[in-house]
């Protein structure tokens, strides 16, 4: 059975730091994409970061491009995402997903797999 677990959220300060991190286990993950979501109240589930297999290419949101870096660690099946100069509208669940294949897409229809989130908090 496959999983993803995230762990890493939780209250900071606005310029502050988070790294979160996604375990798979189930399946090798390592050719496959990855990427993270999120989704505060009341909206809909946005694209955050996504990572190719093997971790060559990487796609970030507009919103978050300069701040937040997605990684991998094929050996550890774990996906990473460092979030730094954190802002309050980034407050929300942040969601691992991962695809069957090797496409990074930005869509949640683009993944197969996902985690149940956990919650960031930036406070300003």
């Known amino acids: 059975q496959v999983q993803l677990v995230e762990s890493g959220g939780g209250l900071v300060q606005a310029g502050g730091s988070l790294r979160l991190s996604c375990a798979a286990s189930?399946?090798?993950?390592?050719?496959?994409?990855m990427g993270w979501f999120r989704q505060a109240p009341g909206k809909e589930r946005e694209f955050v970061a996504a990572?190719?297999?093997?971790?060559?290419?990487?796609y970030y949101a507009d919103s978050v491009k300069g701040r937040f870096t997605i990684s991998r660690d094929s050996g550890k099946n774990t996906v990473y995402l460092q979030m730094n100069s954190l802002r309050p509208e980034d407050t929300a669940f942040y969601y691992c997903?991962?695809?069957?294949?090797?496409?990074?897409?930005?869509?949640?229809?683009?993944?197969?797999?996902w985690g149940r989130g956990t919650q960031v908090t930036v406070s300003s």
């Open positions: 189930g399946r090798t993950f390592s050719s496959s994409a």
């Open positions: 997903a991962a695809a069957a294949g090797t496409y990074y897409g930005s869509r949640p229809s683009d993944y197969t797999y």
């Open positions: 990572i190719g297999g093997g971790g060559g290419n990487t």
